[in-house]
């Protein structure tokens, strides 16, 4: 859960898993434009969603940032998911970073999420005496904001044994009954033959990012393993924590193996 505090001074906090980010902007609409870029790139990054409680000015809400920048809203009245207003006992406590946290994987920069901020907002017509409720503003912010599309020309193959490979390029749940998460845009459902039942009905997301291949466990029952073809090592997954891959690794998932191979757009 990444939580957002903002104030009418134009201070505020971002709490991300294992660091908190000051916010001193001046005023409560630069405060909210650097949220804005701070979530969605930070979501640009991840192998999954992003869940943001967001305080703004004494207002609260609750909205998901997807990786490919897309926002739900969780709104009194919305169409699809709904939510009821926040009542004291639920505002977040104040954000600290937990002391000892290492992060399991530092990834390379990934594409930097743009926000047009050229065209007038209802930031600025409450500026001028309109009234816009301050949460408003910022799920606003957020919706207007447009990230870049993966590099195309990539593609991964999975080499399965006693199995047909399967060609990855874009991204993909794998197990045995895979399902995509409500509102979650994913391009393949790949289901794994598995007699033994040690792979898990949604068990790995696979997905190119940039010209990097990631996977990530999960929450699968029986775990995920990685053993490079480079390092000759082997590493056991942290479920929601995405690794990069590179060809030739060999993947596990249950009893299931698999070996990939990157594709480059040199290479085709």
Sequence with gaps: MIEVALHDDGTGLIGLPGRSIPLAAGNIAAAREQAVRILTQHAAAQPLPLDVYARDAGETVHFTVHPDGRVIVDRPGAHGRTAEPLGPSLVPAPMTPPEAYVPAITPPPLPVAVVDVSAPTELESASDGGSVHPWTNLVEEVERTVVRPPAHGYSAVLNFVGQEPVTISGSALLGRRPVAE???????????????????????????RGSTFWVADRNSSNGTRITSASASTTTILTPGIAHPVQSSDQIEIGDIRFTVDINTPAQK
Aim: glycine share 4%; charged share 25%.
């Design 182 to 208: 409500l509102g979650e845009a994913i391009d393949q459902l790949i289901q794994i033959q598995d007699d033994s039942r040690s792979v898990s009905k949604t068990h790995l997301l696979a997905e190119w």
